[in-house]
């Protein structure tokens, strides 16, 4: 390398002179040529790449030590360097022999020949790599700072021991320490109880996210936590924790869930309660699955009775008190309840003032709810839930409901007192519908009734059989649309009507005339009945008939021939004007006329019905089985291919003249 515009001499001795400090200078110093041709490499610069100078010497520079998406920058300075624009503190990544890379900041320069031209550069190097690294770690680090101190959650950092080396100054609003506190306290141990990960799979991920806990405070409140780890390497500390308090989110959760269980509990207890008329069943019902849903220990219901109250039902809880008497005095706290008609919650019943507080020991009971049954803005008595052993301990959702089962409660038990009364006028009116004469002359007969369900007992099947004069024998059966009371009033009123109409006509025919009129203007204009009416001549045999829309009957002939009779009319008052007619067929001694309501043929097994054609065939097949016992063989039958699940009621009368007779002419 030369300098210009010198002597001779003084460019020599210049030239070593450079040399010298080219090569011993304490920084890297290279030389490179305008195609980047390594020209000079001094011995700091082979300590640094770990390459010796004659392994580099006019070799390409880019090649050897810089990483490609560096060349395009390191091209343009150099070219710029050469057109006479030196360069101050340029910063490239170098990689050495053994593929490390370093940071360097450059100054570099041209040099000329003796026409002052450029012949290439020398660039003077620093490495900065482990001062750039320090930098940035304490620009990290101050930035760390500043967002720990501002974001919400709590940061602390600890060594692998647990050791505190920074805690976060708003730790005080979760843990309810201050930083000082925390920090003197010693491990991490002491605030968050437990260390909540493995530091083997913290060091082998580098963070462990969304860690739920649970942590006592300062004031030994219980609260939850959503804990971060994750490895750092600031403030001293390599363990990061970051702490969110989410107690609020956690309760509210817990609350949506129980309020979810709650809601289909009191489904549950509303469908098995609904399901049954019975009041014993509507309290054991809903009372045991209200202990077990709440959690509580004990419940009870009492009832009132003018001035005292009736304890009618315990769970868990004495049952040998059932049926004690309290009165207002000793049970004050349900006669306030009664006059606030508002629930009462006790959180201790042995020092609240409300209370006998002596009962409440006597039976064991701590802590109360107690709710009123209101019906028709009567108390009619109170449901209670208790806890034994402790105080307190219904929530809010609990409490609600409890309140949303004492109004189930009320309404099954006024619907189950309603249906009780009127079972006791159905009941009465349903004897008269299927009462028969237990003998008849020169008759055999038999006859049969079953309700699908005990809350389907009172229906609108009939029959009935009753003698007219000169030897004559009225027999009906029928069936009135719907259930309950209003079906047994229109069964009533058309049994009724037709008897009396069949005192004053011969014909079936006129008589369901007459009877429908009157139905006509009495039944709700949904209702319906269908009947068939038939007047049998005991010494002639001779059936007279007519059928009002009913199932037809099977007459069974003591050959083993079967046949249904005809089917006819319109049922009852559905027309004010309609015009029935008779129809006629001869008995023998020994045939079997078999009548029925559409329950039986209506019966069925998945989707089968019985249907007619079984039923013909059935009655076919028993022609064996005299009258009097007909209805129950074919219901036995009936049953057995129900499986014993019927959903309509089922009424059957079957009718034959006494085979002892002699006369069988008309």
Same mark, same amino acid.
């Given at each position: 390398?030369?300098?210009?515009?010198?002597?001779?001499?003084?460019?020599?001795?210049?030239?070593?002179?450079?040399?010298?400090?080219?090569?011993? *200078?304490?920084?890297?110093?290279?030389?490179?040529?305008?195609?980047?041709?390594?020209?000079?490499?001094?011995?700091?610069?082979?300590?640094?790449?770990?390459?010796?100078?004659?392994?580099?010497?006019?070799?390409?520079?880019?090649?050897?030590?810089?990483?490609?998406?560096?060349?395009?920058?390191?091209?343009?300075?150099? $070219?710029?360097?050469?057109?006479?624009?030196?360069?101050?503190?340029?910063?490239?990544?170098?990689?050495?022999?053994?593929?490390?890379?370093?940071?360097?900041?450059?100054?570099?320069?041209?040099?000329?020949?003796?026409?002052?031209?450029?012949?290439?550069?020398?660039?003077?190097?620093?490495?900065?790599?482990?001062?750039?690294?320090?930098?940035?770690?304490?620009?990290?680090?101050?930035?760390?700072?500043?967002?720990?101190?501002?974001?919400?959650?709590?940061?602390?950092?600890?060594?692998?021991?647990?050791?505190?080396?920074?805690?976060?100054?708003?730790?005080?609003?979760?843990?309810?320490?201050?930083?000082?506190?925390?920090?003197?306290?010693?491990?991490?141990?002491?605030?968050?109880?437990?260390?909540?990960?493995?530091?083997? +799979?913290?060091?082998?991920?580098?963070?462990?996210?969304?860690?739920?806990?649970?942590?006592?405070?300062?004031?030994?409140?219980?609260?939850?936590?959503?804990?971060?780890?994750?490895?750092?390497?600031?403030?001293?500390?390599?363990?990061?924790?970051?702490?969110?308090?989410?107690?609020?989110?956690?309760?509210?959760?817990?609350?949506? &869930?129980?309020?979810?269980?709650?809601?289909?509990?009191?489904?549950?207890?509303?469908?098995?309660?609904?399901?049954?008329?019975?009041?014993?069943?509507?309290?054991?019902?809903?009372? +045991?699955?209200?202990?077990?849903?709440?959690?509580?220990?004990?419940?009870?219901?009492?009832?009132?009775?003018?001035?005292?109250?009736?304890?009618?039902?315990?769970?868990?809880?004495?049952?040998?008190?059932?049926?004690?008497?309290?009165?207002?005095?000793?049970?004050?706290?349900?006669?306030?309840?009664? +006059?606030?008609?508002?629930?009462?919650?006790?959180?201790?019943?042995?020092?609240?003032?409300?209370?006998?507080?002596?009962?409440?020991?006597?039976?064991?009971?701590?802590?109360?709810? @107690?709710?009123?049954?209101?019906?028709?803005?009567?108390?009619?008595?109170?449901?209670?839930?208790?806890?034994?052993?402790?105080?307190?301990?219904?929530?809010?959702?609990?409490?609600?409901?409890?309140? $949303?089962? #004492?109004?189930?409660?009320?309404?099954?038990?006024?619907?189950?007192?309603?249906?009780?009364?009127?079972?006791?006028?159905?009941?009465?009116?349903?004897?008269?519908?299927?009462?028969?004469?237990?003998?008849?002359?020169?008759?055999?007969?038999?006859?049969?009734?079953?309700?699908?369900?005990?809350?389907? $007992?009172?229906?609108?099947?009939?029959?009935?059989?009753?003698?007219?004069?000169?030897?004559?024998?009225?027999?009906?059966?029928?069936?009135?649309?719907? $259930?309950?009371?209003? #079906?047994?009033?229109?069964?009533?009123?058309?049994?009724?009507?037709?008897?009396?109409?069949?005192?004053?006509?011969?014909?079936?025919?006129?008589?369901?005339?007459?009877?429908?009129?009157?139905?006509?203007?009495?039944?709700?204009?949904?209702?319906?009945?269908?009947?068939?009416?038939?007047?049998?001549?005991?010494?002639?045999?001779?059936?007279?008939?007519?059928?009002?829309?009913?199932?037809?009957?099977?007459?069974?002939?003591?050959?083993?021939?079967?046949?249904?009779?005809?089917?006819?009319?319109?049922?009852?008052?559905?027309?004010?004007?309609?015009?029935?007619?008779?129809?006629?067929?001869?008995?023998?001694?020994?045939?079997?006329?078999?009548?029925?309501?559409?329950?039986?043929?209506?019966?069925?097994?998945?989707?089968?019905?019985?249907?007619?054609?079984?039923?013909?065939? *059935?009655?076919?097949?028993? @022609?064996?089985?005299? @009258?009097?016992?007909?209805?129950?063989?074919?219901?036995?039958? &009936?049953?057995?291919?129900?499986?014993?699940?019927?959903?309509?009621?089922? @009424?059957?009368?079957?009718?034959?003249?006494?085979?002892?007779?002699?006369?069988?002419?008309?």
């Amino acid at each position: 390398m030369s300098v210009t515009n010198h002597k001779p001499v003084q460019n020599k001795i210049a030239e070593g002179m450079f040399c010298v400090a080219f090569d011993t *200078a304490a920084v890297v110093m290279i030389g490179l040529s305008p195609n980047h041709e390594i020209l000079g490499f001094n011995q700091e610069a082979e300590h640094l790449y770990d390459m010796r100078r004659d392994e580099v010497l006019g070799k390409n520079y880019f090649q050897l030590f810089l990483p490609k998406e560096v060349w395009t920058d390191v091209a343009s300075d150099i $070219k710029k360097v050469l057109a006479g624009e030196p360069t101050k503190g340029f910063e490239n990544i170098i990689r050495r022999k053994d593929g490390e890379e370093r940071l360097l900041s450059w100054n570099v320069s041209r040099f000329l020949d003796q026409q002052e031209k450029p012949q290439g550069i020398v660039a003077v190097g620093h490495d900065i790599t482990e001062q750039r690294a320090l930098k940035e770690q304490r620009r990290s680090q101050k930035l760390y700072q500043i967002t720990i101190e501002n974001i919400s959650d709590t940061v602390i950092i600890t060594d692998d021991e647990g050791v505190f080396t920074y805690v976060c100054t708003n730790i005080d609003v979760i843990f309810g320490y201050s930083a000082e506190e925390v920090l003197t306290s010693g491990k991490i141990e002491t605030i968050l109880g437990q260390t909540p990960f493995e530091l083997s +799979k913290l060091r082998e991920e580098g963070e462990i996210p969304n860690i739920e806990m649970d942590i006592v405070d300062k004031s030994g409140n219980i609260r939850s936590l959503l804990v971060n780890v994750k490895n750092v390497d600031i403030f001293g500390g390599t363990i990061l924790y970051s702490c969110r308090d989410i107690t609020e989110r956690k309760q509210a959760e817990k609350l949506i &869930i129980e309020s979810k269980e709650l809601s289909e509990a009191l489904n549950r207890i509303d469908v098995s309660i609904s399901s049954t008329l019975d009041f014993n069943e509507i309290i054991q019902r809903a009372i +045991k699955e209200s202990v077990q849903t709440i959690g509580c220990e004990s419940a009870a219901l009492i009832l009132r009775e003018e001035d005292s109250w009736l304890i009618r039902y315990m769970y868990r809880l004495g049952e040998n008190k059932v049926g004690t008497r309290l009165s207002n005095k000793n049970a004050k706290h349900l006669a306030l309840v009664a +006059k606030t008609k508002e629930l009462l919650f006790v959180d201790d019943a042995y020092v609240d003032a409300r209370v006998d507080q002596e009962l409440m020991k006597s039976l064991g009971i701590r802590s109360f709810l @107690a709710i009123p049954l209101i019906i028709k803005e009567k108390v009619i008595g109170v449901l209670a839930f208790h806890y034994l052993s402790s105080t307190g301990g219904f929530s809010e959702p609990e409490i609600d409901f409890a309140g $949303k089962v #004492a109004s189930s409660v009320s309404l099954a038990i006024e619907n189950a007192r309603l249906y009780s009364d009127q079972r006791n006028i159905a009941d009465t009116l349903q004897e008269t519908f299927l009462t028969v004469p237990k003998k008849i002359k020169e008759l055999d007969f038999g006859h049969l009734y079953h309700a699908a369900t005990e809350a389907t $007992k009172v229906g609108g099947d009939f029959f009935d059989l009753f003698e007219l004069e000169k030897n004559k024998i009225c027999i009906l059966i029928g069936d009135v649309s719907g $259930k309950g009371l209003e #079906a047994a009033k229109m069964t009533s009123m058309i049994k009724n009507t037709i008897h009396a109409h069949s005192h004053e006509e011969n014909s079936p025919a006129e008589i369901l005339k007459k009877s429908n009129k009157s139905a006509y203007k009495t039944i709700p204009p949904s209702s319906f009945i269908t009947v068939f009416l038939g007047i049998l001549n005991r010494k002639t045999g001779v059936l007279t008939y007519c059928n009002a829309g009913h199932p037809p009957p099977i007459v069974r002939r003591i050959s083993g021939r079967s046949s249904f009779l005809d089917i006819g009319n319109n049922p009852i008052g559905v027309l004010e004007e309609v015009d029935y007619s008779d129809r006629k067929v001869r008995l023998k001694d020994g045939d079997v006329l078999f009548a029925h309501t559409d329950g039986l043929i209506e019966a069925r097994r998945d989707t089968k019905f019985y249907g007619e054609k079984r039923l013909r065939k *059935a009655v076919k097949e028993l @022609a064996s089985i005299p @009258a009097p016992e007909l209805p129950q063989a074919i219901f036995d039958q &009936i049953l057995e291919f129900t499986d014993g699940k019927l959903v309509d009621d089922i @009424a059957i009368l079957s009718v034959s003249l006494e085979r002892k007779r002699d006369c069988n002419k008309p």
